[in-house]
């Protein structure tokens, strides 16, 4: 796995010891899929900081977004109206009528885009 429960801690994490097995395997199958599994090709330990640092970010706030929605899945979080989640706050518009990504949260993207793990274009060498 990607995160020892210690580092988890330290990150800002605040799910519990016993919760964060769970927490961890369903945030770490997300960030792999929006990464294209990087980390299961490249050494995360001895990756450029800045990008391993984001990777591990991005997994702490998965698990604190799956936490405070209390739902590891798109189904239990699609049903939310309103979530606030510190100064962040999602809310579904009903009237849309149109389903909405819920599962990831932005907080993720914004971690990820730091050290370039959601670039998708192609690079020339």
């Known amino acids: 796995m990607y995160l020892t429960y210690e580092e988890y801690v330290t990150l800002g994490g605040t799910v519990s010891e016993v919760d964060f097995p769970q927490y961890l395997r369903k945030a770490s199958g997300v960030i792999d ?9 490249v050494d995360l ?3 450029a900081p800045i990008r391993k640092d ?3 970010a991005a ?3 998965q698990m604190e977004y799956f936490n405070a929605v209390g739902s590891t899945d798109s189904y ?3 049903a939310a ?3 606030s989640i510190g100064r962040t706050s999602i809310t579904n518009k009903a009237s849309t009528g149109g389903r909405t990504n819920n599962l990831v949260p932005q907080e993720v993207n914004f971690a990820l885009t730091s ?3 959601l670039f998708s274009g192609v690079c020339s060498v």
């Open 33 to 41: 899929y929006l990464t294209r599994s990087f980390y299961k090709q």
């Open 45 to 47: 330990e001895t990756d």
């Open 54 to 56: 984001g990777f591990k």
């Open 59 to 61: 997994i702490v706030a």
């Open 76 to 78: 239990g979080i699609s």
């Open 81 to 83: 109206q309103s979530i």
């Open 115 to 117: 050290g370039g793990l």
